[in-house]
């Protein structure tokens, strides 16, 4: 999240508007983005629809219904451009994101 943060112009000079969305409560994401000063909105998924939506859920250390790490590009149409799988110690390719991004 900090990655997003921290290189917050580069991504508005491409015209992406980042994100951050997980199965944590809204009163975590609050906490969240006050401790990480976070320039972004944070979405709970609390009930995993997009998640499922996304088919980015998996099993993880034996319990069900956590998100994969991913990232999404997805137009003002609400069209999916572009979708990356990480595992979950590794962190997303903002350059590679970025150069998707400036394709549009």
Do not use: C
């Amino acid at each position: 999240m900090e990655l997003l943060r921290d290189r917050s112009a580069e991504l508005e000079q491409a015209g992406v508007k980042p994100f951050g969305i997980s199965r944590d409560s809204a009163w975590t994401h609050i906490a969240w983005a006050q401790t990480l000063d976070l320039n972004f909105p944070l979405l709970s998924d609390w009930n995993g629809e997009a998640m499922r939506a996304f088919g980015v859920e998996r099993e993880f250390r034996g319990h069900k219904g956590v998100a994969q790490r991913s990232a999404f590009l997805v137009d003002p149409d609400g069209t999916v451009r572009g979708a990356w799988r990480y595992d979950t110690a590794e962190l997303p390719d903002l350059d590679e994101l970025l150069r998707a991004a400036h394709a549009l």
